[in-house]
C-alpha cells in the first residue's frame, strides 16, 4: 500500500516531537530562570505544532515556476493570432478523451474522519464551558472594584479567575470575603490581574486549539500540563 501522501504529515509531527523535546531539555538548562521564561519556551514548542515545515515545502515542490515574460508574449501574441482568425464551424462533434477512473483511497478518508470525530468532539467541550462561564457571569453580581475590569461575584466557582480575552472579566466566588482577609483578597486580586497583564488566556487560547487540532498526540496535552504549571 503506497502511502506517501501521509509522508508529509509524519515529517511534520516528528519534527514537532523533536522541537518539543528540545524545549523540554531547554527549560532544564533554564531552571534557574523566572518561570515566565519557560513557559515562553514551552509556547513556542507549542506552536511549533502549527507550523508544518514539511507541509509547505511538499506544496512548494507541487507549485509550478512562473512563465518567464519572454515566453509568457510570445504566447500573448499567439494567442492574439488565433483571437484575429475568423471563427471556423464545423459539424463534426467532439471528442473527449477519456479519463481513467481514480483509484479509491480508504485509508485517508478513515483517519481523516476519525481526526474529525475527535477535533469536533473536544472543540464542542471547550464550546460547553464558554457557554457555562457566559451563563455564570451573566446571573452575577457585579462588584464595585475600582479597577481596570469588571468584577462579578458568582455561586458556580471555586476559586477566583479571569474569563474573556478581548474583555476579559475577573470572577470571585461567593463567600471569598467571608474567608479571606483584606489582605489576603489584595493579594488574589493581584495574582489574577497579573495573569490579564500577561495575556495569558490569550496563550491558553492558542495553546487549546493545539490540542483542539492535535488532539492525537499526548506531548501536546504534557507541553498544556507544563504552561499551566509554570504560569
Not at 508529509?8 to 521564561?37: I, K
Not at 509550478?64 to 471556423?88: C, G, K, N, T
Not at 457585579?142 to 461575584?153: G, I, T
Request: with cysteine.
Amino acid at each position: 500500500m503506497n502511502l506517501t501522501y501521509l509522508s508529509p504529515l509524519a515529517n511534520h509531527l516528528w519534527q514537532s516531537t523533536v522541537f518539543a523535546g528540545v524545549a523540554g531539555l531547554l527549560t532544564l538548562v533554564l531552571r534557574e530562570n523566572r518561570a515566565r521564561v519557560r513557559h515562553w519556551v514551552w509556547l513556542i514548542a507549542s506552536c511549533k505544532f502549527l507550523v508544518p515545515l514539511s507541509l509547505l515545502i511538499a506544496l512548494g515542490t507541487q507549485m509550478q515556476w512562473r512563465v518567464a515574460p519572454e515566453i509568457a508574449r510570445s504566447d500573448l501574441s499567439m494567442a492574439m493570432a488565433e483571437v484575429s482568425q475568423p471563427f471556423m464551424f464545423s459539424t463534426e462533434a467532439p471528442r473527449f478523451a477519456k479519463v481513467a477512473p481514480v483509484a479509491a483511497r480508504p485509508l485517508p478518508a478513515l483517519l481523516w474522519g476519525i481526526w474529525a470525530c475527535g477535533f469536533l468532539g473536544i472543540a464542542a467541550s471547550w464550546w460547553v464551558r464558554w457557554r457555562r462561564f457566559r451563563a455564570a457571569i451573566s446571573r452575577g453580581t457585579v462588584l464595585p472594584f475600582e479597577l481596570a475590569l469588571p468584577v462579578v461575584c458568582v455561586s458556580t466557582l471555586v476559586e477566583p479567575g479571569v474569563f474573556g480575552i478581548l474583555r476579559p472579566v475577573l470572577l470571585l466566588p461567593e463567600g471569598i470575603f467571608g474567608r479571606l482577609t483584606p489582605a489576603q483578597l489584595e493579594a488574589v486580586i493581584g495574582h489574577e490581574l497579573c495573569h490579564v497583564r500577561h495575556r495569558d488566556n490569550l496563550i491558553a487560547a492558542i495553546h487549546m486549539f493545539v490540542e483542539t487540532v492535535l488532539w492525537f498526540h499526548p506531548l501536546v496535552w504534557w507541553i498544556g500540563k507544563r504552561m499551566v504549571d509554570k504560569r
